[in-house]
């Protein structure tokens, strides 16, 4: 699948794995006993195929800057995906197999919209980015935040979110109002979540967290938002008024991802614990259900448009894709080797992407949907 020559490598594929799973060090912010986590987990059948594997490039690489912040692959279509890659990012285009730079921050950057706030850029290091519809937003090492619209030239907006060069602006969102409006989201270690408009880009709101803000995603319907921290416990609050709604209990260390189902009823949050915890939003006393990882923190979450599957990345080697239909119960784990960079489905759900961040192997790597055309068997 990567390519990798191991006919003419020390260890054999199978050998190395071993090493891995023997070897592999998961961080934790965190020491906790994770002695009855292992009894919470679901137990799921790892048999299924939903996506097979299709093309494997390495023209087109991702690179992770913080080793925390993981989600820096996003497809808009079955043939098109934006990537991070350090000081910019590219387009790769899965039809004409080659890559443009879409975004250059390594020099100075300067806001086409004249507006309150905006200030030019120089050497930003890209560590979060989320693109929706035609709008791209990335997010800075050192407070920084880009909007740009991929269709158009030059950045529509450009600012440090906060003074401080310490507060990373480790999440950022792109959602769709109650009322239709399109909406940026930024969550930074200042622990603060902050909310522009996409006319003007000024703050509309901000709410403030007892803890540095790691994650932020707003619901389907943009009445609520997940939001996630240095801390066991993950928050649902009105993202109206920022006010806490539920907090969520059962994780042992800090979170870093999350995932809402399109129907809103679900929320899947990713921990350091190396698990994924299910949330049905009419009963936030304990989760739904615990999904366990092989070797590393779940870093990456995402649904597919439908609903069908959920995509669970470990920080490392596995990707894991289940079938809510099932329950959870079945799962397809897709094995690799090297830093995971980010996973996303493309908008029709026909199409699985997943960044791997490697010197020597990294690559984007194609997934394709499986059908199951039963009804031409009455034709054999």
Not at 357 to 365: M, V
Request: include cysteine; glycine fraction near 8%.
């Amino acid at each position: 699948m990567q390519g990798i020559p191991w006919e003419r490598l020390y260890y054999g594929r199978d050998d190395y794995r071993g090493k891995r799973l023997n070897g592999y060090r998961n961080y934790e912010s965190l020491s906790r006993s994770h002695e009855l986590l292992d009894s919470e987990c679901k137990q799921v059948d790892k048999k299924s195929t939903f996506y097979d594997f299709c093309f494997n490039t390495r023209l087109a690489r991702t690179m992770v800057v913080h080793f925390q912040l993981r989600d820096l692959v996003w497809a808009t279509s079955k043939h098109d995906v934006y990537m991070s890659q350090n000081y910019s990012v590219m387009h790769w285009s899965s039809l004409l197999q080659r890559g443009e730079e879409v975004l250059n921050v390594i020099d100075h950057v300067f806001p086409k919209q004249k507006v309150r706030g905006a200030r030019p850029l120089f050497r930003m290091q890209i560590c979060s980015m989320a693109v929706r519809d035609n709008l791209m937003v990335a997010g800075g090492f050192r407070g920084e935040l880009v909007c740009k619209y991929i269709d158009q030239p030059g950045v529509a907006f450009c600012t440090n979110v906060t003074e401080d060069d310490d507060n990373i602006t480790n999440t950022v969102d792109v959602y769709e109002s109650p009322n239709g409006s399109t909406r940026v989201m930024a969550g930074n270690n200042d622990r603060v979540v902050r909310v522009f408009d996409t006319e003007r880009f000024s703050v509309l709101s901000h709410f403030a967290f007892p803890w540095s803000v790691n994650d932020t995603l707003a619901s389907p319907d943009g009445k609520l938002v997940a939001v996630l921290g240095d801390s066991s416990d993950c928050l649902i609050a009105d993202l109206q008024s920022g006010k806490e709604i539920a907090s969520l209990k059962g994780h042992l260390d800090y979170s870093f991802s999350s995932a809402w189902h399109p129907d809103g009823r679900v929320l899947a949050t990713g921990n350091q614990d190396t698990t994924c915890r299910l949330w049905d939003v009419r009963n936030l006393s304990r989760s739904l259900a615990v999904l366990k990882g092989r070797i590393g923190a779940v870093r990456g979450l995402k649904f597919s448009s439908d609903g069908r599957f959920l995509a669970m990345a470990e920080a490392a080697d596995f990707v894991h894709v289940y079938d809510s239909h099932a329950g959870y119960s079945e799962e397809q784990e897709i094995d690799i080797f090297g830093e995971i960079a980010g996973v996303s489905f493309s908008p029709d759900a026909e199409a699985l992407f997943v960044g791997v961040a490697d010197r020597t192997y990294g690559s984007l790597i194609e997934f394709g949907r499986r059908h199951r055309y039963d009804y031409l068997n009455s034709y054999l």
